[in-house]
């Protein structure tokens, strides 16, 4: 996987999305924004430029394009992710038609500008839920069969990365992969990935440094990497 996936995950950059990215880092509109945890975009009432949001809060362009690389090697369909922000990463993950992507955003302002991105490339099989993690998660994880692929970048904090990744672990399979964002970008979050990676479920963890991949199928040999990428 490291070889034919990892290694080579570059050449899923889509050139559209990438388009869509240099045009938001130019883009001077400035929003009003909530915050709901450590690490997401601002406090209360405090106005951002879409241009700061775009460099600054969106994942990484390597970084999508290896979840994008994730997706196509596994067939993973049903896809959640937690951290909506532009929809950048969104795009990467619905690349595949077949899969379906549920994606959470906390911010209307924000949720608003995803679902614009998301109907200029004529998406359809992406859903958006707005609002509160706290409150939107629990219900739409009741209403799915299983989970296959899960990106947590939400609330940077020890309890709820914990309370997110036991929620989405309830309706995971031996072959779902849950990937943690920013594994390393506080001590909670170190703690929070040094917690979940140490559980008796998790066959193997890689650290990727941007993030960790989490595996569960019982038939690999237990194992925590530390990989280059």
């Given at each position: 996987?490291?070889?034919?996936?990892?290694?080579?995950?570059?050449?899923?950059?889509?050139?559209?999305i990438?388009?869509?990215?240099?045009?938001?880092?130019?883009?001077?509109?400035?929003?009003?924004?909530i915050?709901?945890?450590?690490?997401?975009?601002?406090?209360?009432?405090?106005?951002?430029?879409?241009?700061?949001?775009?460099?600054?809060?969106?994942?990484?362009?390597?970084?999508?394009?290896?979840?994008?690389?994730?997706?196509?090697?596994?067939?993973?369909?049903?896809?959640?992710?937690?951290g909506?922000?532009?929809?950048?990463?969104?795009?990467?993950?619905?690349?595949?038609?077949?899969?379906?992507?549920?994606?959470?955003?906390?911010?209307?302002?924000?949720?608003?500008?995803?679902?614009?991105?998301?109907?200029?490339?004529?998406?359809?099989?992406?859903?958006?839920?707005?609002?509160?993690?706290?409150?939107?998660?629990?219900?739409?994880?009741?209403?799915?069969?299983?989970?296959?692929?899960?990106?947590?970048?939400?609330?940077?904090?020890?309890?709820?990365?914990?309370?997110?990744?036991?929620l989405?672990?309830?309706?995971?399979?031996?072959?779902?992969?849950?990937?943690?964002?920013?594994?390393?970008?506080?001590?909670?979050?170190?703690?929070?990935?040094?917690?979940?990676?140490?559980?008796?479920?998790?066959?193997?963890s890689?650290?990727?440094?941007?993030?960790?991949?989490?595996?569960?199928?019982?038939?690999?040999?237990?194992?925590?990497?530390?990989?280059?990428?």
């Amino acid at each position: 996987m490291y070889n034919e996936v990892i290694k080579t995950a570059s050449s899923n950059h889509i050139e559209e999305i990438e388009r869509l990215r240099a045009k938001l880092h130019q883009d001077q509109t400035e929003v009003d924004l909530i915050d709901f945890g450590a690490g997401s975009r601002v406090s209360n009432g405090t106005k951002r430029q879409v241009a700061e949001i775009a460099k600054n809060s969106s994942t990484p362009a390597k970084f999508s394009a290896l979840l994008l690389a994730l997706i196509k090697h596994f067939e993973y369909k049903s896809i959640f992710e937690l951290g909506t922000s532009l929809g950048l990463n969104t795009l990467y993950l619905s690349q595949n038609e077949s899969s379906n992507i549920t994606t959470f955003e906390g911010d209307p302002t924000l949720a608003k500008i995803a679902q614009q991105n998301f109907s200029s490339f004529r998406k359809k099989n992406i859903s958006i839920i707005e609002g509160n993690l706290d409150e939107t998660l629990e219900k739409q994880v009741s209403e799915v069969k299983s989970i296959d692929l899960a990106y947590i970048d939400a609330n940077h904090r020890y309890e709820p990365t914990l309370h997110y990744y036991e929620l989405i672990r309830s309706k995971c399979h031996e072959k779902s992969l849950i990937v943690l964002d920013d594994i390393h970008w506080s001590k909670e979050m170190n703690l929070a990935w040094n917690d979940i990676k140490d559980r008796p479920e998790v066959m193997i963890s890689i650290d990727l440094f941007e993030g960790g991949l989490l595996f569960f199928d019982p038939k690999l040999t237990k194992g925590d990497y530390v990989l280059k990428f």
